[in-house]
């Protein structure tokens, strides 16, 4: 987009309207101030150098300072990265329908469970393609709801992958259940279904695959190595991603969803739980209110209802389900624009011999939860964790994939693990680095981090 400035001072006016600009849209980098007096915003650094003409004057905002072409500063090498961001490993994508949604729920009095919590439940159970789903306050309630639902207890043995968010092993043990490890897939990080088969005891209650960064695990796989064996899912990642036609969450018997503001959608903390199955839901209603069963108030002003179980507080508020639903409506979009970036990434980040992006199996559609690569340390310039600090300094935000729970000091000393005990879990939380991929980043943002990644060689 251009505009014209008429007789006033090319080079003063590009500075003028740069600065307006940075201060409405941070993520404007470098603005054109042509030689027939127009002026080109919102081009990265480097896009401006090539698209600059002899003469030209090109201002770069965060560094405060210009050059014109053709004075030795047109090239990358010159001027790799002129401009410093930041960039956030995710920020949620909200915005006036979530704060319209919220102000009708206040304006209701509805402030806990309450009408936008059953239509939010309708609207994600219709979406998934299940009978059921139930709204919880976080991803962690709704893991342990659906182990506690489904009779898991004391004495039951639960087999989880070795390299996942701790809440996933946590619930297990909430239960009174013991938590069996097993490796995973140095290709997808998620369960490898080739050794459950080992774990299984006539203790065996329950497999609960993680759908790891939003990609399905081979549930069909692990299904055939623990035949008659419930396959609950953790699909906290996974809301939207799909595996040969079916949804995440329609795999197994029942999943668990988390709305974090890390996951594609989110209502700030929540979760759900869905499943086919009646009874299972009912339980899970109950569980979630204290243990009230549900109908069972007579309506008088006296009668509380009855509670015929030990249950808990996991109730989703009205507020947060507004939200949810809000989300929910964007999920298509956002999943379809992340698919998109991880895409860009992968193929320029496909020159570096020490950096594995990630795959998707045929067959399979990943929600894109994270884009998490794999840093081989016996090619790489520097450690896994120096390039994150590297990119660190440059204003870009990483993390480590997820966790290896054998490595972690609480299970380590309950359980005796040895670092060697699951070499791939290991080797995932030592050399993995997910970089930034969420809603909120403009093009340049995306054209900025593979910059500053394949600058260090």
């Given at each position: ?10 080079y003063?006016k ?13 993520s ?8 027939d ?7 990265s650094?480097?896009?401006?150098l090539?698209r ?21 500063r ?6 790799p990265?002129?401009?410093k961001?930041?960039?956030s490993?995710c ?12 102000r009708?729920?206040?304006e209701?009095?509805w402030l806990?469970?309450g009408?936008?919590v ?11 393609g299940?009978?059921h789903a ?9 893991l ?15 087999i989880?992958?070795?390299?996942t968010?701790i ?20 290709a ?5 279904a080739a050794?459950?088969a080992?774990?299984?005891?006539e203790?065996t ?9 939003g990609?399905c ?6 299904s055939v190595?623990?035949?008659?064996i ?5 699909a906290?990642?996974?809301?939207g991603?799909?595996?040969?036609g079916?949804q995440?969450?329609?795999l ?8 974090h503001?890390?996951k594609?959608i ?5 979760g759900?739980v ?6 299972l ?7 979630r209110?204290?243990g009230?069963v549900?109908g069972?108030s007579s309506g008088?002003p006296?009668d509380?209802?009855e509670f015929d179980r ?9 507020l ?5 639903e809000v989300q929910?409506?964007k ?6 624009e992340r698919?998109?970036?991880a895409?860009y990434?992968n193929?320029r ?18 929600a894109?939860?994270?884009h998490?690569?794999?840093v081989?340390?016996?090619k ?7 390039i ?19 490595m972690?000091?609480?299970y ?5 693990f040895?670092?060697d005990d699951f070499p791939?879990?290991?080797?995932s939380?030592r050399?993995?680095m997910?970089?930034p ?11 900025y981090?593979?910059d ?6």
């Amino acid at each position: 987009m251009a505009f014209a400035f008429g007789k006033l001072n090319a080079y003063q006016k590009a500075i003028d309207f740069a600065e307006r600009l940075n201060r409405a849209a941070l993520s404007i980098a470098a603005t054109i101030a042509e030689g027939d007096g127009r002026v080109v915003p919102g081009l990265s650094c480097l896009r401006a150098l090539r698209r600059g003409r002899q003469g030209d004057i090109v201002w770069f905002h965060h560094i405060r300072r210009y050059y014109r072409v053709g004075e030795g500063r047109e090239t990358e090498d010159d001027l790799p990265l002129a401009e410093k961001r930041n960039i956030s490993i995710c920020v949620p994508a909200t915005g006036e329908e979530e704060w319209q949604a919220i102000r009708e729920s206040l304006e209701t009095g509805w402030l806990t469970q309450g009408p936008r919590v059953a239509t939010f439940e309708e609207a994600f159970a219709a979406r998934v393609g299940v009978s059921h789903a139930v709204a919880v306050s976080s991803g962690t309630a709704a893991l342990h709801l659906m182990l506690a639902a489904f009779g898991i207890g004391r004495g039951d043995e639960v087999i989880v992958p070795a390299f996942t968010w701790i809440a996933t092993v946590n619930a297990v043990l909430y239960c009174g259940a013991e938590p069996v490890l097993v490796d995973v897939e140095p290709a997808t990080f998620n369960m490898d279904a080739a050794q459950v088969a080992d774990k299984i005891t006539e203790r065996t209650k329950a497999v609960v695959p993680v759908h790891l960064f939003g990609l399905c695990a081979d549930i069909d796989a692990i299904s055939v190595a623990a035949p008659g064996i419930a396959i609950l899912e953790d699909a906290a990642c996974a809301a939207g991603a799909t595996c040969k036609g079916r949804q995440a969450g329609t795999l197994g018997k029942a999943a668990a969803f988390s709305f974090h503001p890390r996951k594609s959608i989110t209502t700030g903390e929540g979760g759900m739980v869905v499943t086919d199955d009646d009874s299972l839901a009912a339980d899970l209603r109950a569980l979630r209110n204290h243990g009230q069963v549900a109908g069972g108030s007579s309506g008088r002003p006296y009668d509380l209802g009855e509670f015929d179980r030990l249950g808990f507080n996991y109730r989703m508020s009205d507020l947060h389900a507004a939200v949810g639903e809000v989300q929910l409506g964007k999920m298509d979009a956002f999943i379809a624009e992340r698919r998109k970036w991880a895409g860009y990434y992968n193929e320029r980040l496909s020159c570096l011999d020490w950096l594995r992006t990630p795959i998707v199996p045929e067959g399979c559609q990943a929600a894109w939860q994270s884009h998490v690569c794999m840093v081989d340390e016996a090619k790489s310039p520097c450690s896994r964790n120096e390039i994150m600090e590297r990119l660190a300094e440059r204003g870009i935000a990483t993390r480590p994939g997820t966790l290896a729970i054998h490595m972690l000091k609480y299970y380590r000393q309950r359980y005796g693990f040895a670092e060697d005990d699951f070499p791939c879990a290991r080797e995932s939380m030592r050399c993995s680095m997910a970089i930034p991929l969420h809603n909120r980043m403009a093009d340049e943002d995306y054209e900025y981090v593979a910059d500053a990644i394949i600058a260090m060689g």
